[in-house]
């Protein structure tokens, strides 16, 4: 198995720019979260998915930030414009089937710089 | 609410030595418990888990038992080693409903030295 596949590993752009982070979760698995880590907040969850659909969007930070999940093999998370304070690494995870296996299975994060 | 609190970091230990990482929760009901683990540049995986009262998790050497009268799930190994730098987190799936989400402590960063 491939396991979770972030891209890209690494994004560097400038205040202003838009930037789209790609997730591609494990095959047959219906849920999928992203989150963002920072030294200062630590682990984040920004947004989760089940069978596409959006089911706690609570901690997006604000509207700069959006979330899609076209197909159950691919997710975008967008951001702009993005700023600064945007900078941080931003995970994707899986997990096969909510309430059952609560296990979530993490990709190796997009690690993005906004100068 | 949920929430998880995990002592605070970083644990610096020689090698061989024995670890202890403390995580307490509060949650309603009988969440299920997890350790995670992050390596340098790398995403969390995730180490042992526990999924009712006096359950022992165990991988790698480190072990976890659920503890619900003390609501804790304190992470331990007997030797570390130099390869078990990493960051630790614990985290609890409340079960309420189909739709759970994890609920992650701040993490406890570790350092073993040779």
């Known amino acids: 198995d491939a396991g979770v596949i972030q891209s890209p590993r690494h994004e560097v752009t400038e205040m202003g720019q838009e930037v789209t982070l790609r997730c591609k979760p494990i095959?047959?698995?219906?849920?999928l979260f992203w989150y963002r880590q920072t030294m200062m907040r630590g682990l984040e969850l920004l947004i989760y998915?089940?069978?596409?659909?959006?089911?706690?969007d609570s901690g997006m930070p604000e509207d700069r930030f959006s979330a899609k999940m076209p197909n159950a093999s691919f997710s975008t998370l967008k951001i702009q414009p993005s700023e600064p304070r945007d900078s941080a690494v931003y995970f994707c995870?899986?997990?096969?089937?909510?309430?059952?296996?609560?296990?979530?299975?993490f990709g190796p994060g997009t690690r993005l710089l906004v100068l | 609410g949920n929430s998880v609190t995990q002592m605070e970091g970083p644990v610096t230990l020689s090698e061989e030595a024995f670890l202890t990482i403390n995580c307490t929760y509060t949650?309603?009901?009988?969440?299920?418990l997890f350790w995670y683990v992050q390596y340098p540049g790398e995403g969390l995986q995730l180490l042992l888990k526990?999924?009712?009262?006096?359950d022992k998790g165990s991988n790698k050497g480190f072990e976890a038992t659920y503890r619900k009268e003390t609501t804790s799930f304190h992470l331990e190994k007997g030797s570390v080693q130099v390869s078990d730098s990493a960051v630790y987190f614990c985290?609890?799936?409340?079960?309420?409903?189909?739709?759970?989400?994890?609920?992650f402590g701040a993490g406890t960063r570790l350092a073993v030295h040779p």
């Open positions: 995870a899986s997990r096969q089937n909510p309430g059952a296996e609560q296990t979530q299975y």
């Open positions: 095959s047959g698995h219906n849920s």
């Open positions: 998915f089940n069978n596409n659909v959006p089911i706690d």
């Open positions: 949650a309603t009901g009988y969440p299920s």
């Open positions: 526990a999924t009712k009262a006096d």
């Open positions: 985290a609890l799936s409340p079960l309420s409903g189909g739709y759970n989400k994890l609920i």
